[in-house]
């Protein structure tokens, strides 16, 4: 990220988001006045364990909410334009040509009875205007940026023809072909083994040099964002608890669970009897507890940590924002 980053103006941002569904049982907030900033350019980790309501986030964003869930409040300032405003119609020329997503399951993102030309060529005939003919010499040049090996022939496979490494990198292919200014990537790493985990962080970091798009990258490994992440949202209950750079998330953690899910990181070299865990369960979204959502597993929670609303966002420093009470105190 350049130096002069943090002073321009935000490519996407979202303020007080919040997304609920609603069930015959009753009202799940997956996402509650969530707010964070990606700066051009820079790439924003959203950590946090399953159900914490990091995808759900992106995908009010893009308006891809599944049925049954509905988009109460909230900004989502994308480019100066406030896309929680757009028709679905309006969205359309929003969602891959702007904003890319690559999603966790490559094999269900991609058409089983089609091949990967056609894939990837169909967002530049769409997005780009591309003849087939031309969008298809595209799609060849795009494999070969993902670093697959013969991409003139590859092309013709169809996705069960390719090993997940390459169905992974065939999907950001495609993906990153319109040229989009955003790029979301939701667990693409999950199914792959950690050799090809590492190449393909390495992928990405070298797609983002090459044409300056920024990544929100979605993940629950704090590891993967210590080393491909810019900054750093951790998301609990539907809140994002902290954000901030990550250097300073990684040497000045300030949220209980951002300290909990940082010393759950194996350190190599070390010798310990059992590795460290967050103690206790994740919240059900259907039945958050009253106060913060953390408070449950929180040794250091107070009598107010469990009544009335979560607790407002303190400032540690101009750009690390913690949502927990125990900010008021020490600045008591």
Same mark, same amino acid.
């Given at each position: 990220?350049?130096?002069?980053?943090?002073?321009?103006?935000?490519?996407?941002?979202?303020?007080?988001?919040?997304?609920?569904?609603?069930?015959?049982?009753?009202?799940?907030?997956?996402?509650?006045?969530?707010?964070f900033?990606?700066?051009?350019?820079?790439?924003?980790?959203?950590?946090?364990?399953?159900?914490?309501?990091?995808?759900?986030?992106?995908?009010?964003?893009?308006?891809?909410?599944?049925?049954?869930?509905?988009?109460?409040?909230?900004?989502?300032l994308?480019?100066?334009?406030?896309?929680?405003?757009?028709?679905?119609?309006?969205?359309?020329?929003?969602?891959?040509?702007?904003?890319?997503?690559?999603?966790?399951?490559?094999?269900?993102a991609?058409d089983?009875?089609?091949?990967?030309?056609?894939?990837?060529?169909?967002?530049?005939?769409?997005?780009?205007?591309?003849?087939?003919?031309?969008?298809?010499?595209?799609?060849?040049?795009?494999?070969?940026?993902?670093?697959i090996?013969?991409?003139?022939?590859?092309?013709?496979?169809?996705?069960?023809?390719?090993?997940?490494?390459?169905?992974?990198?065939?999907?950001?292919?495609?993906?990153?072909?319109?040229?989009p #200014? !955003? /790029?979301? =990537?939701?667990?693409?790493?999950?199914?792959?083994?950690?050799?090809? *985990?590492?190449?393909?962080? @390495?992928?990405?970091k070298?797609?983002?040099?090459?044409?300056?798009?920024a990544?929100?990258?979605?993940?629950?490994?704090?590891?993967?964002?210590?080393?491909?992440?810019?900054?750093?949202?951790?998301?609990y209950?539907?809140?994002?608890?902290?954000?901030?750079?990550?250097?300073?998330?990684?040497?000045?953690?300030?949220?209980?669970?951002?300290? #909990? !899910? /940082?010393? =759950?990181?194996?350190?190599?070299?070390?010798?310990?009897?059992?590795? *460290?865990?967050?103690?206790? @369960?994740?919240?059900?979204?259907?039945?958050l507890?009253?106060?913060?959502?953390?408070a449950?597993r929180?040794?250091?929670?107070?009598?107010?940590?469990?009544?009335?609303d979560?607790?407002?966002?303190y400032?540690?420093?101009?750009?690390?924002?913690?949502?927990?009470?125990?900010?008021?105190?020490?600045?008591a």
């Amino acid at each position: 990220m350049d130096s002069d980053t943090q002073e321009q103006a935000p490519l996407l941002e979202a303020r007080g988001l919040q997304t609920h569904f609603f069930t015959r049982v009753g009202v799940v907030k997956a996402v509650n006045d969530v707010n964070f900033q990606v700066m051009p350019g820079e790439t924003l980790g959203l950590v946090g364990e399953s159900g914490s309501g990091k995808t759900i986030t992106v995908m009010s964003i893009l308006g891809l909410l599944p049925r049954g869930a509905e988009r109460l409040k909230g900004e989502i300032l994308f480019e100066g334009e406030d896309l929680a405003k757009k028709t679905e119609k309006e969205m359309q020329d929003v969602r891959g040509k702007r904003i890319g997503l690559i999603l966790q399951n490559s094999m269900a993102a991609m058409d089983p009875v089609f091949t990967i030309g056609t894939q990837i060529g169909e967002s530049l005939v769409v997005h780009k205007k591309m003849s087939w003919k031309e969008s298809l010499q595209n799609a060849v040049d795009l494999l070969r940026k993902v670093r697959i090996g013969a991409p003139e022939l590859r092309i013709k496979n169809f996705p069960h023809e390719l090993s997940g490494g390459m169905r992974q990198r065939a999907a950001s292919a495609a993906a990153i072909g319109p040229q989009p #200014a !955003l /790029l979301i =990537a939701d667990e693409p790493t999950t199914a792959l083994d950690v050799t090809t *985990q590492r190449q393909y962080l @390495e992928l990405l970091k070298e797609l983002q040099a090459q044409t300056g798009v920024a990544i929100i990258f979605i993940t629950h490994d704090m590891s993967i964002v210590g080393s491909l992440c810019d900054r750093i949202a951790v998301f609990y209950g539907g809140l994002v608890v902290e954000t901030g750079p990550k250097d300073e998330l990684f040497k000045n953690p300030t949220h209980p669970y951002t300290k #909990a !899910l /940082l010393g =759950a990181i194996p350190v190599l070299g070390d010798k310990v009897d059992r590795l *460290q865990s967050v103690e206790g @369960e994740p919240p059900n979204p259907g039945q958050l507890p009253p106060g913060c959502p953390f408070a449950p597993r929180c040794s250091a929670a107070m009598d107010k940590c469990h009544t009335g609303d979560p607790p407002p966002q303190y400032q540690v420093s101009d750009v690390h924002g913690v949502r927990c009470w125990l900010m008021e105190e020490e600045n008591a």
